[in-house]
């Protein structure tokens, strides 16, 4: 199994849906990311979190919003769904207590917007 | 900003050499990393540089110049398998900030 567990994997929706991408790890990290890849874009942040109470927004947080359910549970909604929010979505985690970690990725939410 | 500058695309032979160079904004920086994603996959870690110099780990190798806001990754004996896009992202403070990817194809 997966270490950073993202659902669903794929998702095709309507302009204006409530849309929820959900991220569960098993690593014990402290620190959970959520990005969008977009070609040529490279990976961009939306959401971070630090720990269960600390909730911070990245480069691109607009029409998003973020949990943190638990120290396992990092999820990420849409609101209103709009179509240049099509994109893939990764969620991410780090160890809290090394500068030098690196990033565990998920194997990434397709989500597609009409 | 912290611009993180990559090649967009390379090509290269099976069995060859190539270098996959990346800038980036030297102030408030912390370490690079390099990251390789296929196609519709997640990216998975190939290497970090805190220090100058270089770090060699089997066919792939990775060298940071500070001073100067450079780094390459050098893949050597390239396999069809490289085939894929290879992710700059330098660390600051505590985020990180992503280069737009370069995808290398691998030809035979």
């Known amino acids: 199994d997966a270490d950073v567990t993202q659902t669903p994997r794929n998702r095709i929706t309507k302009t204006g849906k409530r849309i929820m991408l959900e991220c569960s790890q098993t690593?014990?990290?402290?620190?959970m990311y959520w990005y969008r890849q977009d070609p040529g874009l490279g990976l961009r942040l939306i959401y971070y979190s630090f720990d269960v109470k600390d909730i911070n927004k990245g480069e691109i947080s607009d029409g998003y919003s973020v949990s943190r359910q638990a120290q396992a549970k990092f999820s990420l909604s849409l609101e209103s769904a709009i179509p240049n929010q099509t994109a893939l979505y990764f969620c991410?985690?780090?160890?809290?207590?090394?500068?030098?970690?690196?990033?565990?990725f998920g194997e990434g939410s397709r989500l597609t917007v009409l | 900003g912290q611009n993180i500058d990559q090649p967009t695309e390379m090509t290269a032979t099976e069995g060859a050499i190539v270098q996959i160079n990346c800038t980036y904004q030297?102030?408030?920086?912390?370490?690079l990393f390099w990251y390789q994603q296929h196609a519709g996959e997640a990216p998975t870690f190939l290497s970090y540089n805190v220090l100058d110099g270089l770090e060699e780990k089997g066919r792939f190798s990775s060298f940071l110049s500070r001073s100067k806001g450079y780094s390459y990754l050098l893949l050597k004996e390239l396999q069809m398998k490289d085939s894929a896009s290879y992710l700059c992202?330098?660390?600051?403070?505590?985020?990180?900030?992503f280069g737009p990817g370069t995808r290398l194809s691998v030809l035979p």
């Open positions: 992202a330098g660390t600051y403070g505590q985020n990180f900030v």
């Open positions: 690593k014990g990290h402290d620190r």
């Open positions: 991410a985690t780090r160890s809290g207590g090394l500068n030098t970690g690196e990033l565990f």
């Open positions: 030297t102030s408030g920086f912390n370490g």
